[in-house]
């Protein structure tokens, strides 16, 4: 029996090491398999996200800058779903290439509003990027010097909530979005853009000089003649302010000007155009012993394009983003361009290059 007892103490020692092994592996399987089981929870955490429509906390999007990125900022304009109104510049950059990525961060919940009324449980924010003339390099719009080069092409657009129909049929998602925009129609509901490239043209850059120049046709000589530059509505006071008043330089049978003058303001809104657009033309009269336009002085003919009359049109640079939108609803450009028409509207807009085939007779003239 003794014997027995001895056999059996021994046979346990072994199967006891065993133990103490396996038991000891077992500890870092279960380790592995405790992160193995954290991971997959971690897994259908982040599935469950998707599928909850939680937005990602932050937005990656890159422009492509077309146009000349000399002297040029970029920013963001927060706004609502309307573009109506306007909060101050955030993102604010130096352009320095023509491939620029901007980082958003989730906006606050307090800045959240309605993005649109036929879904009033799902909050969003809006921004609209911008480019500007930044002469000083500082990433800050001066109104003083400064002006808008870019707006309304896209905006941002970020989404919080369950998206019903409307937004869902539109391919809105939460979270961000980048969507097309137009002046005068809105927010496209078509097609997201690719937030990989997103285009942003210089479509409000201003024409800071314009060249007018053609035939001269009248039968007066040409050492008599000044051409004036001012607004019909402005030279039937017979005291008009006026943006040129020189002589003319006529060579060869050809004459010619440069418009590089900003009018007097109060040009601006004589015409049905647009309140800040200064509609002007070119006149040529014989000038008296002064120099310059006096009432008595006597007007022989103007500017004329296929008979006629070629006006020179000025709108201001943007500084503010509504107004600038509202140029852009309305097909105007900021700066000089041309315009064919006579006393009575519509005025037709023309290629620029047109001004260079002006000729100044009395094929168009008209008093005011």
Known sequence: ????LLWLSFALVPLLGCGEDPKHDDTSEGDTDTDTDTDT???????????????????????????????????????????TDFEAMVQGTVISGDILEIEMPMP?????????????????????????????????????????????????VYLEGTLGETLDAAAFQPGWN?????P???????????????????????????????????????????VMVTAPEDLADGKPLTVQDRAIVEKDGAWGMTLNNRPPHLHAGLRDLDEDAAVEAIYAY????????????????????NAQSLLP???????????????LAKGLGTGWSIYLG????????????????????DDCYQEP
């Open 1 to 4: 029996m003794r014997s027995a």
């Open 41 to 83: 929870d971690t897994d259908t955490d982040a599935d469950a996200d998707t599928d909850t429509g939680k937005p990602p906390q932050s937005g990656t999007f890159i422009f492509r800058v077309i146009g000349p990125p000399e002297q040029l900022g970029f920013g963001l304009l927060p706004t609502n779903a309307h573009a």
């Open 108 to 156: 606050d919940a307090h800045t959240l509003t309605v993005f649109d009324p036929t879904e009033p449980d799902v909050l969003g924010r809006v921004w609209m990027p911008v480019t500007f003339h930044d002469a000083d390099g500082n990433a800050e719009l001066d109104v003083a010097t400064e002006y808008y080069t870019s707006v309304g092409e896209s905006v941002i």
């Open 178 to 182: 980048i969507r097309n925009y137009t």
């Open 184 to 226: 005068g129609e809105g927010i496209d509901y078509t097609q997201p853009l690719d937030s990989r490239d997103i285009p942003i043209r210089q479509n409000i850059d201003p024409v800071t000089s314009l060249r007018v120049e053609g035939t001269y046709e009248l039968d007066v000589d040409p050492s008599l003649i000044h």
């Open 286 to 305: 014989v000038v008296g012993d002064s120099g310059v336009f006096e009432s008595n002085d006597t007007i022989q003919g103007m500017a004329c394009l």
């Open 313 to 327: 049109v000025y709108v201001p640079p943007a500084v503010e983003p509504v107004p600038a939108l509202r140029y």
């Open 342 to 361: 006579d006393t009575e509207p519509p005025l037709k807009p023309v290629d620029a290059k047109m001004a260079l085939s002006a000729s100044i007779s």
